[in-house]
């Protein structure tokens, strides 16, 4: 994420939610989360930074009878240290908690679990080996980045999936050093790459790697390539003009705009053109010879 956006009204579609969610991620959330139902695995969501809620109301949908989902933002609330005040203040300064909870009610009955703070509160909230699906998705500092993914460690089954977002812009150095510190040093294998997020796993992932790449494979939209970096197989997939995946309206998808105000009619200008043309013609008539101005007076009338 790079600026603050502001939300105007409550939004009939997902794309109406502001927020930095391309199509190919939520093509990939649908598929992870979608394989992951249909092969049996059941645990617990969680998203750690929610901004105004657009990918949270999207992994929501995902969330079965029985499964818990977890969100944690700092919202308006205070920054645990002076850097990370210093980026909320920068980036997300219009955010609050209600705009995040009035777009998530938009599209769903319930709220998920939110907690209200920084990052680090997470751990002791959210019981160990209890989440299939993590994503990652707030400060860009790297201490705290660091300290994100030990959590999502601790708190992902054996085949979970993390996802860290923005490990690749030039405005984001701390999450690129944190991830492939993560990939190089603290056992974390990369699924695959998108132009935004890293995709990985501590458990093995030849399988899902292998059903990712038929599926892609299988896709005229997707653009797929592999590589090999430091013995990991990496698949890197781009978006070739995908469209976005079909998403039920929200519960406002047929209520009406307010009317706007009308705009001010503009005064006419032709009272004033005709005072100026007037003033024009006494004044030349008052610069005339005496025998010539009652001439022209007379005319005038």
């Known amino acids: 994420m790079a600026t603050t956006q502001e939300t105007t009204r409550l939004p009939r579609r997902l794309d109406d939610v502001p927020g930095w969610f391309p199509v190919l991620d939520q093509v990939l959330f649908d598929w992870f989360l979608g394989r992951q139902e249909a ?30 989902f977890t969100v944690c933002d700092l919202f308006e609330g205070d920054a645990p240290d002076d850097a990370n005040r210093a980026e909320s203040t920068k980036s997300y300064s219009k955010l609050t908690r209600r705009l995040f909870e009035e777009n998530y009610l938009a599209f769903h009955d319930e709220l998920p679990r939110v907690l209200q703070g920084p990052s680090s509160v997470v751990p002791a909230e959210v019981p160990p080996r209890s989440c299939r699906f993590v994503h990652v998705d707030a400060s860009h500092l790297y201490e705290h980045v660091h300290g994100d993914i030990g959590a999502a460690h601790d708190l992902l089954l054996p085949d979970g999936i993390v996802v860290l977002d923005d490990f690749r812009s030039e405005h984001t150095p701390g999450v690129s050093i944190a991830t492939w510190e993560a990939v190089l040093n603290r056992g974390l294998s990369p699924v695959c790459i998108s132009t935004q997020k890293l995709y990985g796993t501590w458990g093995d992932p030849g399988p899902v790697q292998e059903e990712l790449i038929e599926m892609a494979r299988g896709r005229t939209d997707c653009h797929l390539s592999m590589q090999e970096a430091a013995g990991h197989r990496i698949i890197r997939l781009k978006s070739k003009r995908m469209e976005v995946p079909e998403f039920p309206l929200s519960r406002y998808a047929d209520v009406p705009d307010a009317p706007e105000a009308p705009e001010p009619a503009p005064a006419p200008a032709a009272p004033v053109v005709a005072r100026r043309r007037s003033r024009v013609r006494r004044v030349a008539v008052d610069l005339l010879p005496p025998v010539l101005t009652r001439a022209l007076r007379k005319a005038m009338r």
């Open 39 to 68: 092969v049996g695995m059941r645990g617990d969501l969680l998203e750690v930074g929610v901004y105004m809620g657009k990918s949270a109301i999207f992994t929501g949908r995902h969330l079965r009878p029985g499964e818990s």
